[in-house]
């Protein structure tokens, strides 16, 4: 069983930036394929990026938005950037073991999600 718990959220004005973390439970962390998704309000759970061997970014959040992970802290990162109020959403990451996927539904751990929110 692998936990993940999500923190960095809050609220930011438009051309801002956040910082997410998703800290696992768990010393396979680095055999994981990791994906962030969001979901806003009203709206499907989207993709956003992905962590695997390689990285994937939505387009919506190509060269905004950066992944990344340290596998000796068993954590991965969100980076974003220049924000904007359409990336209002609560966000999640996710693990699964095999590879990294844009589909949600492969996944196998989720964590309880973290608030972003975006003025303008």
């Known amino acids: 069983q692998v936990q993940l718990v999500e923190s960095g959220g809050g609220l930011v004005q438009a051309g801002g930036s956040l910082r997410l973390s998703c800290a696992t439970s768990?010393?396979?962390?680095?055999?994981?394929?990791m994906g962030w998704f969001r979901q806003a309000l009203g709206k499907e759970r989207e993709f956003v990026a992905w962590?695997?061997?390689?990285?994937k970014y939505a387009e919506s959040v190509t060269g905004r938005f950066a992944i990344s992970r340290d596998n000796a802290k068993n954590t991965v990162y969100l980076q974003m950037d220049s924000l904007k109020p359409e990336d209002t959403a609560v966000y999640y990451c996710?693990?699964?073991?095999?590879?990294?996927?844009?589909?949600?539904?492969?996944?196998?751990?989720w964590g309880q999600g973290t608030q972003v929110t975006v003025s303008s």
């Open positions: 962590s695997g061997g390689t990285t």
């Open positions: 996710a693990a699964r073991r095999g590879p990294a996927a844009a589909d949600p539904s492969v996944y196998d751990y």
């Open positions: 768990g010393r396979t962390f680095s055999v994981y394929a």
